[in-house]
């Protein structure tokens, strides 16, 4: 938490330690749901099919995990921080995309974004060795990709934002999890098309 009378070194120090807990937490989460065989629940982990998704920082959060962690092997970014030139005020992390393995990855942005730009968005794309995709929310800013979000003059509502999360989010998962089939022919197909017939309008981008 921010001190009064803070310096200058203090805030910077205060946000590296911000930067450098964040992958950590992630892996002590893995390795308590995946090897605490005393936690309370019926759920089946797979530990071969482990996604990690994540918004703004959390973005960042998810592209940087399979640095350091190879047992990540899906990943939905919204839009994420780490560009190699962040904007003032946005936290200064970067990214490798030194991964190893094949992640593949969705990058779901959002076309006037104010806090994190489409350019730097288009930055992470073609740095990203991995199979990948980006759709872009079109009339939407930074905010919405968040639970509650508040209707602007202009911008696309909150329910088309939630489709386009929410929608795009489960069939990425399920088309490189599950291979299901009907996800798989989403991708390959008219995805502006499909979007749009759902009310929602979006720029669509493949690797």
């Given at each position: ?60 959060t998810a592209l940087a995990a399979p640095e350091v962690d190879g047992r990540i092997r899906a990943v939905v970014a919204l839009a994420p921080a780490g560009s190699n030139r962040p904007p003032p005020n946005i936290i200064p ?115």
């Open positions: 938490m921010r001190k009064e009378g803070e310096t200058g070194a203090q805030k910077a120090a205060r946000v590296e330690g911000w930067i450098a807990n964040r992958v950590p937490d992630v892996r002590f989460l893995l390795d308590h749901l995946l090897d605490n065989i005393a936690w309370d629940s019926e759920a089946n982990l797979d530990p071969a099919t482990i996604g990690i998704v994540g918004h703004s920082f959390g973005g960042w992390a970067k990214l490798t995309f030194t991964w190893g393995h094949d992640v593949p990855t969705l990058y779901l942005v959002a076309e006037d974004d104010t806090a994190l730009p489409l350019a730097a968005m288009y930055e992470l794309f073609e740095r990203t060795r991995a199979t990948k995709r980006m759709v872009v929310l079109r009339r939407a800013d930074h905010q919405h990709f968040e639970d509650e979000i508040m209707q602007t003059a202009g911008l696309c509502s909150g329910e088309q934002a939630h489709v386009f999360t929410r929608g795009l989010t489960l069939c990425h998962l399920d088309a490189t999890f599950k291979r299901q089939e009907e996800a798989q022919r989403f991708w390959s197909g008219d995805v502006e098309g499909e979007l749009a017939v759902r009310g929602v309008d979006v720029i669509a981008r493949t690797s």
